[in-house]
């Protein structure tokens, strides 16, 4: 009975551990997703991983949210069959690691506006934290000024990694 309670415990542990770990990034923060705001900038000290999340806010029917590839980034170029984003709110999980490129397919929004975003997703830090991001993580620490937010991103999930991993040898002790 208490084995079969222990397990149980682990098991919903196991499954939302991931959840807990992912991290929803508002494109934009409060301003969300518009022109004349440099999201280079926003996104430069971020570390994005794969199962975290990209939510970009607007006012429905003011801007679109479309996937494009490096070059059609540099153009502000979608391909003729792509599917924009509209609903205003729109969540797009990061499933696999690399370069990710949005545009705005909004009139001149992406031309002139300079509404596009690029960033680099990183494989998954949650299963093994230390080993699987050995690049990133003494850039995250030692980076001046502006990187707090990455490191505390960072920071935190070690944190929270760690205090499960307490949280199962403690459950297994017990
Ligand atoms: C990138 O997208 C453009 C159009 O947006 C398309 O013409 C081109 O073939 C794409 N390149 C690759 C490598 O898929
Ligand atoms: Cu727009």
Redesign the pocket.
Known sequence: MASSNLYSILAILAIFAPSILATDYVVGDDRGWTINFDYQAWAQRKLFYVGDSLVFNYPKGAHTVLK?????FQ?C???LD?VPLTSGKDVINLATPGRKWYICGVGQHCELGNQKLVITVLPSSSSSAPSSSPSSWPSAMAGPGPSTSAATTVGTRFALIMLLTIGFLWMLMA
Request: glycine share 20%; net charge neutral.
């Open positions: 494009v590839n490096g070059t059609g153009q170029a979608a391909p792509s």
